[in-house]
């Protein structure tokens, strides 16, 4: 594609070096990271950290912030380029339209299992060894790929994504434009279990796990269901691989969680909130809206909206980072404080 193309079709084209080269007009075969790009791709440039790569870059072309500097560098290299406020967007535009996922055509593998009493929608593709049981519902468009299980009464929205060896249980409700990755299981029994004298005596997991429309669930993830009541996944919400939500739990809008996020049972994530690698929450707390708890942050209490989080027990983040700058003079403190003690002592 011709560069200008590009620009054209992902929506970036108010500034740029073709108003005032417009020879310069590269054609783009490929995207690639600006650190190893090669003549003939496209690339970007976000933040500071990156922008020492303009001057070292084999890109033809560059995504540039609206910075006059690094747009005033590539035109002295050569370089075509476009602007914007978010280049990584622009540049995650740009990778669509020399990419997209592997989808099968619509059709039904021969080894496929589907219970007659499953009902299945339009432009479907089931692929092998697959299992519809008894009364789930699949949409129009789904796309199912090997070896999923979909258990009895399973709603499975229009153009939803099961990738190889997931698994829905039973009474689940998935919406439209969902994508759940291979290994995840949506609506597992929950942890619940009561101490009895003789031991842990089972509690029936009778309630259901929803997920709402244009969520996504990564590989080996687990989305249990509750006692009673429901699991909640909002709309627009995004898991990393390997994160575990709790039965009872509810998940606002919007939500982003890094891998090997585990929470507890009725954990409450508002809105917006960002949870990245291998935080911890525990039984019943909130995350308020917006809020960010930083990597192996461990919550024991509730979070407010906006406030970001750090550490084991999380800590308001500033708070912490004072706390680390004293934990690191601690052998120094305590050297200071036994030689006080010894001076006391003596008087």
């Not at 009464?153 to 698994?167: E, F, Q």
């Not at 029994?189 to 509690?203: D, I, S, Y």
């Not at 917006?290 to 750090?310: R, W, Y």
Request: proline letters at 5%; a neutral charge; aromatic letters at 4%.
């Amino acid at each position: 594609m011709k560069f200008s193309a590009i620009a054209q079709a992902i929506g970036i084209t108010e500034e740029s070096s073709l108003s005032a080269f417009p020879d310069r007009d590269p054609d783009i075969a490929g995207v690639a990271a600006v650190q190893t790009a090669a003549p003939g791709t496209l690339s970007y440039i976000e933040g500071e950290k990156f922008a020492k790569y303009v001057e070292t870059t084999a890109a033809s072309a560059l995504i540039l912030p609206k910075n006059e500097a690094l747009q005033a560098y590539a035109n002295d290299r050569n370089i075509a380029w476009i602007s914007t406020p978010d280049p990584r967007l622009g540049f995650a535009r740009a990778i669509a339209l020399f990419y997209q996922p592997f989808k099968p055509s619509p059709s039904i593998h021969s080894t496929a299992i589907i219970d007659p009493a499953a009902q299945i929608g339009d432009d479907v593709s089931i692929g092998a060894h697959a299992v519809i049981q008894a009364g789930a519902k699949v949409g129009t468009g789904v796309c199912i790929h090997p070896n999923v299980v979909v258990y009895p009464n399973a709603v499975v929205g229009d153009r939803t994504v099961l990738h190889a060896n997931c698994v829905i249980h039973e009474r689940t409700r998935i919406g439209a434009d969902c994508v759940i990755h291979s290994g995840a299981v949506i609506g597992s029994e929950g942890f619940g279990f009561v101490p009895t004298a003789a031991g842990w005596e089972k509690m029936e997991q009778s309630g259901i796990t929803v997920l709402e429309d244009g969520v996504e669930i990564g590989c080996n993830s687990a989305v249990d269901r509750p006692a009673v009541g429901e699991t909640r996944v909002r709309r627009g919400t995004k898991l990393d691989n390997l994160v575990h939500v709790a039965h009872g739990c509810e998940i606002g809008q919007g939500v982003v969680m890094a891998a090997q996020v585990g929470m507890a049972g009725g954990v409450t994530v508002e809105d917006q909130a960002i949870l990245a690698g291998q935080v911890g929450i525990s039984n019943q707390a909130r995350i308020g809206k917006g809020a960010i708890a930083t990597a192996k942050a461990g919550i024991h209490s509730d979070v407010k909206p906006g406030e970001i989080v750090t550490g084991i027990p999380a800590l308001p983040h500033k708070a912490f980072l004072k706390a680390s700058a004293v934990f690191s003079r601690l052998p120094e403190m305590h050297r200071t404080l036994r030689k006080l003690s010894r001076q006391a002592n003596l008087d």
